[in-house]
T-cell receptor, first 114, second 112 residues
Framework: QKEVEQNSGPLSVPEGAIASLNCTYS??????FFWYRQYSGKSPELIMF????GDKEDGRFTAQLNKASQYVSLLIRDSQPSDSATYLC??????????????FGKGTKLSVIP | DVKVTQSSRYLVKRTGEKVFLECVQD?????MFWYRQDPGLGLRLIYF???????EKGDIPEGYSVSREKKERFSLILESASTNQTSMYLC???????????FGSGTRLTVV
């Protein structure tokens, strides 16, 4: 069973601080990694994806990947109360015929305190 | 933007009923997926399809079936609904090539 592990939280950070969300995965052959944000009662929405070792930045968000350690993280700079949500880490695996599946972690709940 | 539309936002059904959940996407995506999401269990894959009339079992297919007669539509069928199928059901679609999924808004199903 391929697993994706996240700390369930809640992770509480003050407004303006950096929030750091972490994820580990078990399948060493995993190629691509995704971060989704899910507000309460809503469906997940894609924030970022990363497939190369190192950092990838998009606005206030930075995804970090270390394949040797099987570790991916999401940093949110200048956290805002509107960032309060559950963040899902997802790992891509091939499932044949050119298709793929995402395996999701259970999510980390982030609370940004004004 | 890709739009994935699920036919019902909330649904209440009785035990033993046959239930159809419909999902339609408008961007010609090859791949479509059905997940259920439960507190503490996260998102679990029920079935997926990578082409018309093709289907593959996910991690928890028991008690469910699917149909994909047209590329844009992927239906989830609960043959005989049970109370343990009360959940949030999420449909998603994607292109082949690994750029992530787009999710529908979800159907919260309650079986009484």
């Amino acid at each position: 069973q391929k697993e994706v592990e996240q700390n369930s939280g809640p992770l509480s950070v003050p407004e303006g601080a950096i929030a750091s969300l972490n994820c580990t995965y078990s399948d060493r052959g995993s190629q691509s990694f995704f971060w989704y944000r899910q507000y309460s009662g809503k469906s997940p929405e894609l924030i970022m994806f990363i497939y190369s070792n190192g950092d990838k930045e998009d606005g206030r968000f930075t995804a970090q990947l270390n394949k040797a350690s099987q570790y991916v993280s999401l940093l949110i700079r200048d956290s805002q109360p509107s960032d309060s949500a559950t963040y899902l880490c997802a790992v891509m695996r091939e499932s044949g015929a050119g298709s793929y599946q995402l395996t999701f972690g259970k999510g980390t709940k982030l609370s940004v305190i004004p | 933007d890709v739009k994935v539309t699920q036919s019902s936002r909330y649904l209440v059904k009785r035990t033993g009923e046959k239930v159809f959940l419909e999902c339609v996407q408008d961007m010609d995506h090859e791949n479509m997926f059905w997940y259920r999401q439960d507190p503490g269990l996260g998102l679990r894959l029920i079935y997926f399809s990578y082409d018309v009339k093709m289907k593959e079992k996910g991690d928890i297919p028991e008690g469910y079936s699917v149909s994909r007669e047209k590329k844009e539509r992927f239906s989830l069928i609960l043959e005989s609904a049970s109370t343990n199928q009360t959940s949030m059901y999420l449909c998603a679609s994607s292109v082949t090539g690994g750029k992530g999924y787009t999710f529908g808004s979800g159907t919260r199903l309650t079986v009484v």
